[in-house]
């Protein structure tokens, strides 16, 4: 009896092993035809004339590119001033390779960065470009300061020298004091919120305004959305709006239950003139300034709410506050202050004149 038990349950494995195996498709090989095309590099960053900022003179350097072909990588190198830091010759993916690339011994100068792929039948592509690093000079933030921005040719927040992120493609030009940032079509900077906002907060920054478009966001702290009347009951929204020889700039915060605007606060003549803006909050209470000057002030019956407004937008309002086409701005911007505490006119009449010209 055990044995026709036996002689039956091996019968029934192999009926279920031969219909299992009818079931699958079998798995042949596909010719992915001729390699017609040559790879693509891009480099990411650093981009061409970039300078790279750090408080070592020989430190860590993130650098980012990507290598693609239509069939199939062979190898990819990465050469800094004509040595080679790296290579690779094995790909998971064998059609695209993007790492994030560290190289620790990046030292103080000019810098050139090239990165060569070859493919399978040998053909090339090389990406160069050139950069430099600067020792980052010495910063004493104020009172309550959690970041500054000098736009100094790079996106460095000088107060834990870590890089604010950044969006599409700006680029710097001759500042307030230094370089600033200049805006560009469906670009931006972001820095998180986490730690920097709260009951108390405030802002201050230089700007020399460019009326096209002539509507822009210009500082944004929202929750996910476009600025609808559900996302403006939160966070903040500082913007301009108006023609291409004056702009009213405006302020919206939401408080929870409801949004509160001030729109506008101020209407200033298109000039090649820089314009000094700062907001102080305080739980109940906005107090706006312009060059120096308080302007107007906003009474809260709560305090602002920054329930899920992770991340702060400078100059545009994209992705928070696009309602209204309220996009990118194409403004100057520079010496860019936030603190987590309300600062007072004296603060702003130092972040105003020190840097007054």
Not at 72 to 88: F, H, M, N, P, R
Not at 132 to 155: H, N
Not at 178 to 191: C, I, L, M, S
Request: proline share 6%.
């Amino acid at each position: 009896m055990k044995s026709l038990k036996y002689l039956f349950f091996c019968a029934l494995i192999t009926v279920m092993a031969v219909s299992c195996k009818k079931g699958l498709d079998p798995i042949n090989p596909v010719d992915p035809g001729p390699d017609l095309l040559p790879p693509v590099v891009v480099i990411t960053d650093p981009t061409e004339g970039k300078v790279v900022l750090s408080t070592d003179s020989v430190g860590p350097v993130t650098f980012k590119f990507a290598a693609s072909d239509d069939i199939a990588l062979k190898s990819v190198t990465v050469i800094l001033d004509g040595t080679e830091i790296a290579s690779y010759t094995s790909f998971t993916d064998y059609r695209r390779f993007a790492p994030n690339f560290v190289y620790n011994q990046l030292a103080t100068g000019n810098h050139v960065l090239t990165v060569t792929a070859v493919d399978k039948t040998d053909k090339t592509d090389s990406k160069t470009v050139n950069f430099r690093k600067v020792l980052a000079p010495p910063y004493d933030p104020m009172e309550g300061e959690v970041i500054y921005l000098p736009f100094d040719g790079s996106y460095l927040n000088y107060i834990g020298y870590s890089e604010a992120g950044v969006v599409g493609a700006p680029s710097f030009a001759p500042g307030k004091k230094n370089d600033a940032y200049a805006g560009a079509t469906d670009a931006y900077v972001t820095y998180p919120t986490e730690g920097i906002i709260g009951e108390a907060f405030s802002f201050a920054f230089w700007m020399q305004v460019n009326s096209t478009p002539v509507r822009a966001g210009v500082v944004v702290i929202g929750r996910p959305g476009t600025g609808g009347d559900e996302d403006r009951k939160f966070g903040l929204r500082l913007f301009r709006e108006g023609t291409v020889t004056s702009q009213k700039f405006g302020l919206n915060v939401g408080i929870g239950t409801t949004d509160v605007w001030k729109n506008p606060f101020v209407t200033i003549p298109i000039a090649k003139d820089w314009v000094h803006f700062a907001i102080a909050i305080e739980p109940t209470l906005i107090s706006i300034y312009v060059n120096g000057d308080t302007v107007s002030t906003v009474q809260l019956t709560a305090p602002i709410d920054w329930t899920d407004c992770s991340s702060i937008s400078i100059a545009s309002g994209a992705p928070t506050f696009t309602i209204w086409e309220h996009f990118s701005d194409l403004s100057l911007y520079d010496e860019m202050h936030f603190f987590d505490r309300t600062i007072t006119r004296e603060d702003v009449q130092t972040l105003y004149n020190v840097k007054k010209k």
